[in-house]
Each structure stands twice: as C-alpha cells, then as structure tokens.
C-alpha cells in the first residue's frame, strides 16, 4: 500500500473564510436630520407669530347703522384660521420632539433603523396635516382677498391690509415647512435604502 505525500499549500492548510465588507463611512444623514427638523420648527413658530400678530381694527360701515363703527378683524374669528393654528402648533411641538429623537440617534446610533421608520411615518402624517392647513387659511384669504360675487361674500383686504398681509405671510411660511417635512421623508427613505443589505 503506497502512501502519497500530500503537497502543503503554499496559501495556508485552511482557506481563509470571507469576512462581510466593513460598513461604508458615508456622511451622517442624522446630523442633517437635526438640522431640518430645527427648520422645521423656526418655519413653524415664525408662521405661528405672525398669525396671532395679525389683528387690525378699523372703522368699517356695518348695515343698518348710519355712521362707521371700529370693527375688528382677528383669526380666531375664522375657524380655518383657528385650525391652521392648531396644526402650526402641533407640527411645532413634533419638531421638538423629533429633533431630541434624532440627536439621541446621533449619539448612539444603534435604534437608527427603528427611528428612521417612526420618522417616515410620521412625516407623511405631519405633512398631511400641514398640507390640509394651508389649504384651508389658504382658501379663506383667497376669498378675504378677491371675494366671491356668485355667494355674495366680500371681499375684505382693501379696508384690513395689515391682517390679510400677515394671513398670507404665515400661510407662505408654512410652505416652507411643508417643503422640508418633504425634504425629511426623502432623507429617511434615501436612509432605510442604504441599510438594505445589496
């Protein structure tokens, strides 16, 4: 019985086992997190100031008394405008609160994909809420400025200018925080695809 000599290999007696790629070192998207949810929340308390800023009283005539009489125009007179307070408000308050998440997730990264996923879902809400709010105060200065002669409604900003100014002024602010909950969602998809394994 002839025994064979069995050649060393030259690379080693074991194959060395693959070891997974290290994870790449890209750019932290939570520090960009943080950075626009503080956009977030100066865009929403801005448009929150200047809608309670937006009084103005002014000498109006009013049927059935003969001589002009100070009438004033708030926005807590209009429910849509009292809404789209509230709406400012909460989306405010979720700033806040999102924003200390992510700083968390900042210093210990190891929840990031959990917080990723609470955010998306809830900046698609937030953004809906948004989204109807403006579209609200947004249809009611429409009509405070042109009017609306097939139902007969006014039209207002010609006798209260100061108060339709600010209306419109908040409600343009609040596009601005509405384009950046855009801008977080997209942030946090783009950050859940990167931790899908390929």
């Given at each position: 019985m002839s025994t064979e000599e069995k050649v060393p290999d030259p690379e080693g007696a074991k194959p060395a086992a693959e070891e997974p790629p290290p994870p790449s070192k890209g750019p932290n998207l939570f520090t960009a997190d943080v950075v626009l949810r503080g956009l977030l929340f100066a865009s929403t308390v801005?448009?929150?100031?200047?809608?309670?800023?937006?009084?103005?009283?002014?000498?109006?005539?009013?049927?059935?008394?003969?001589?002009?009489?100070?009438?004033?125009?708030?926005?807590?007179?209009?429910?849509?405008?009292?809404?789209?307070?509230?709406?400012?408000?909460v989306?405010?308050?979720?700033?806040?609160?999102?924003?200390?998440?992510?700083?968390?997730?900042?210093?210990k990264p190891d929840f990031s994909a959990s917080f990723l996923l609470f955010f998306v879902l809830w900046d698609v809400v937030m953004l809906g809420i948004m989204a109807s709010a403006i579209g609200t105060a947004g249809g009611v200065g429409y009509i405070a400025l042109k009017g609306n002669s097939h139902v007969r409604w006014a039209k207002i900003c010609h006798v209260y200018d100061k108060f339709c100014q600010h209306i419109g002024a908040s409600v343009a602010v609040s596009f601005l925080a509405a384009f950046v909950l855009i801008l977080l969602i997209t942030l946090s998809i783009v950050s859940l695809h990167k931790k899908i394994p390929q």
């Amino acid at each position: 019985m002839s025994t064979e000599e069995k050649v060393p290999d030259p690379e080693g007696a074991k194959p060395a086992a693959e070891e997974p790629p290290p994870p790449s070192k890209g750019p932290n998207l939570f520090t960009a997190d943080v950075v626009l949810r503080g956009l977030l929340f100066a865009s929403t308390v801005t448009a929150i100031v200047v809608l309670v800023t937006s009084n103005q009283t002014e000498e109006t005539s009013v049927p059935g008394v003969p001589f002009p009489v100070p009438v004033e125009a708030k926005f807590n007179n209009s429910p849509a405008f009292v809404y789209f307070l509230v709406a400012l408000s909460v989306a405010c308050l979720y700033s806040i609160i999102t924003a200390l998440a992510s700083i968390s997730v900042v210093l210990k990264p190891d929840f990031s994909a959990s917080f990723l996923l609470f955010f998306v879902l809830w900046d698609v809400v937030m953004l809906g809420i948004m989204a109807s709010a403006i579209g609200t105060a947004g249809g009611v200065g429409y009509i405070a400025l042109k009017g609306n002669s097939h139902v007969r409604w006014a039209k207002i900003c010609h006798v209260y200018d100061k108060f339709c100014q600010h209306i419109g002024a908040s409600v343009a602010v609040s596009f601005l925080a509405a384009f950046v909950l855009i801008l977080l969602i997209t942030l946090s998809i783009v950050s859940l695809h990167k931790k899908i394994p390929q």
